[in-house]
């Protein structure tokens, strides 16, 4: 059996020893929960900005469809008035224009163009009435 001073000190060093041991594992598990937290939130940074990405990219493609129906729509809107407009006699077109001239003689401005086509759309109107 070693003097009780001996084993006073015999303790104190495997008091010391345990409490290194305790520190150095505390400070390994924290500097890892620390390295686990930033590469989670690493990784969910890229996935909500690959999710970005891919939002903006739907939201351009999705708005170029609808660029393209509108554009295709008014198209075959023009392709309809032209043919019908194919078929639309000098009569017709001087009808429209009095119509149009009703709905000016409305509006309170004063000073009115006439395009030159008109003056002999009216003639042959006139023309026609006789």
């Given at each position: 059996m070693p003097p009780r001073d001996v084993q006073d000190?015999?303790?104190?060093?495997?008091s010391a020893e345990r409490?290194?041991?305790a520190v150095v594992t505390e400070s390994t598990g924290q500097?890892?929960?620390?390295?686990?937290v930033?590469?989670?939130?690493k990784q969910a940074a890229i996935l909500r900005a690959e999710g970005e990405k891919q939002g903006a990219i739907l939201r351009a493609e999705g708005e170029r469809e609808a660029?393209?129906?509108r554009a295709e729509g008014y198209s075959r809107a023009l392709d309809k008035i032209f043919a019908v407009a194919q078929h639309v006699d000098g009569q017709t077109m001087t009808l429209q224009y009095f119509e149009t001239l009703k709905s000016m003689a409305?509006?309170?401005a004063t000073k009115y163009i006439f395009?030159?086509?008109?003056t002999s759309m009216i003639q042959q109107f006139v023309a026609g009435k006789k």
């Amino acid at each position: 059996m070693p003097p009780r001073d001996v084993q006073d000190a015999m303790n104190r060093q495997l008091s010391a020893e345990r409490n290194r041991r305790a520190v150095v594992t505390e400070s390994t598990g924290q500097r890892e929960a620390a390295v686990n937290v930033a590469e989670g939130e690493k990784q969910a940074a890229i996935l909500r900005a690959e999710g970005e990405k891919q939002g903006a990219i739907l939201r351009a493609e999705g708005e170029r469809e609808a660029q393209l129906l509108r554009a295709e729509g008014y198209s075959r809107a023009l392709d309809k008035i032209f043919a019908v407009a194919q078929h639309v006699d000098g009569q017709t077109m001087t009808l429209q224009y009095f119509e149009t001239l009703k709905s000016m003689a409305a509006s309170p401005a004063t000073k009115y163009i006439f395009p030159l086509e008109f003056t002999s759309m009216i003639q042959q109107f006139v023309a026609g009435k006789k």
